[in-house]
DNA sequence: GTGGTCTAGACCACA
DNA sequence: GTGGTCTAGACCACG
């Protein structure tokens, strides 16, 4: 459940997930992150590892570290939601690029997105 | 113009471009790549770089080495619109998840996708 | 408006704000500091934090504590004036190393404040 | 020579002084720092510590790190000017802020820094 | 208990 | 050779 893809720093991965869990709603705006020695025992790694994910997190605001009592998600809710807008204008930018990139018009890449969905229906979680 | 993003492999950025250029009919089967010194010097990256790249699209297989001759693009056509099927399947597949990761609908994909596409209506390369 | 900066202890950023507040005047000589506890409330932090607050203060000598009555701006003006020019020496030191640090001539220095000054002439509280 | 005071974080005094000594411009633009082994050792510090104070300039700006080369001082001379002039700006601001904070008018504050400058006038690195 | 810093030592991918 | 990541283990200041 708590594996890690190797070849890319798992500091990264799990500062992205956490990430994701924040924006997803999952850890709300004021909730305290796992301390860094809770967390490197959850996920089996070391502390210094949690500790640049943690700063990294910080780096980008979604998290705030109070001294001596923790780490907090961001009450700054107006942050999370710039970055929701943020990041979905960017994937889909990516996306987009990366297919045209490839020679395939706009035409096609709607169609195949929406074969996609089509198709995978009812796996998205309710 | 030729300038790589840190932090990801150069070797690959190259071979992705080079891939792209390939599906995209820029580069057409048969034609030969620049000798490794010659892209070498394109790109300004050391010889090493462009060999592992070279190597790395031979295993793709978008690409052959005749010894003595140079690199080409492969002629198997049937690959390369295999793989043009692949990785779009794999773009689309990527994209998605990553958009549910960050809690966005099916709806507000295609959503979004919409939007952005008649937003840059015109401004596909031509 | 009570807010710390991290990654600098809270109890040296509030006794500074405090000793701040005597070498100004706004606290007297003989005045009574808030106790413990209730300037913990006041400026929302833990009564150990205002515990060493007042011990530094102690320490630097603005402050006496009479047990049983509290704490109270020192008596000794003497202490106060040395201080104040004291910290005066020290601070303008410290500010002209560190700009000379980052190669500023000391005509540039002089320039700069001057500047610095014209510019905010009427900002200072009255 | 190159001793570390307590206290504060040994690479952010690092990161300090290297920073100092590329806005002195005793290391241009383009210059190539020791690599993150030699400068551990001259400094006398681990490797890691080396590492986080070349990751703190690079966030900075006035450094940039290529893989498998090193690590180099920025090209971007604008960036290195306007952070002498934000640095400059700031520290005055700071000081004046200070000063003003222990009760000290504009008129004490720019005698007492003429009074300094002129008491170490031959100090100063030529 | 919490985060932060540091060390020693190891391994890896990249140029 | 270069930077980057990771671990194990230690110590510290702060709340």
Do not use: C, W
């Not at 990294?56 to 998290?63: D, W, Y």
């Amino acid at each position: 459940m708590t594996e890690f893809h190797s070849s890319h720093p798992i500091y990264l991965q799990l500062a992205e997930r956490i990430n994701e869990q924040i924006l997803r709603g999952e850890r709300k705006p004021g909730d305290k992150l796992p301390s860094v020695r809770e967390m490197a025992i959850q996920v089996k790694v070391n502390q210094n590892t949690v500790q640049r994910t943690y700063r990294e997190l910080e780096g980008i605001g979604t998290v705030e570290t109070r001294r001596g009592q923790g780490t907090f998600v961001t009450e700054n809710t107006g942050i999370l939601n710039q970055m929701r807008e943020r990041l979905k204008q960017e994937k889909i930018s990516q996306f987009v690029q990366g297919m045209q990139a490839m020679g395939f018009s706009n035409q096609e890449i709607e169609n195949g997105l929406q074969i996609f969905l089509r198709h995978n229906e009812g796996d998205a979680k309710p």
